[in-house]
């Protein structure tokens, strides 16, 4: 499976629930926003690392909702420690995907630790989180999304970018639209 296979399962879940979704700075994005753009999702275009946090604070803020975060294992990598705050308030409207494919798709393939030797499941189980599960094929991956509503799920999947478009859009039109979404929403 590759990343533009796992995105657009979780896309279509999101969709299907009307939950907000957030993905990761650069190429993850870009493929999200060609795949399904709509003012539920969030893209996050500048600060690496970042998605998981933003997702966190997201259903906290809004309890009645539904939130997934879409983050790269190079963003997951950057900020280790969402995964331990994540822990500790464990939402339970809230699921962390994490796409792995080995590498920092968006500045060039470099590998990443995990092509190697860390276990982003490993590491989220030993912060504390409960609820860590994986998956290399879409049949799984679609079977998660269906049984798991919060917690993470690790995505394996190959190296390499789907060559898309660019996002069209400003961040200022991103955050305006996203925001008119939570605040015309009134419940499940």
Known sequence: MIR???????????????ALLISNIGIPSKELYYLCDTQRNFYMLGSMGL???IGLGLS?????????????????LMNLGSLATIASQHPENYLLTIIDNGTYGS???????????????????GV????????????????????????VIVVKVQPGNAQVPVIDICPEVILERFMDEMSDYTGF
Request: net charge negative; proline share 4%; charged share 30%.
């Open 128 to 151: 504390g989180i409960k609820e860590v599960y994986d998956a290399d094929d879409p049949e799984s991956l679609i079977r998660l999304l269906e049984e798991v509503k919060s917690g």
């Open 51 to 53: 998605a998981s946090s």
């Open 4 to 18: 533009l296979d796992a995105i657009k399962v979780i896309a279509d879940k999101a969709k299907k629930d009307g």
């Open 60 to 76: 906290l803020a809004q309890p009645q909702r539904r939130v997934i975060t879409i983050e790269g294992d190079g963003s997951m």
């Open 107 to 125: 500045t060039g393939d470099e590998p990443t630790a995990t092509s190697m030797y860390t276990d982003l499941a490993a590491v989220a189980k």
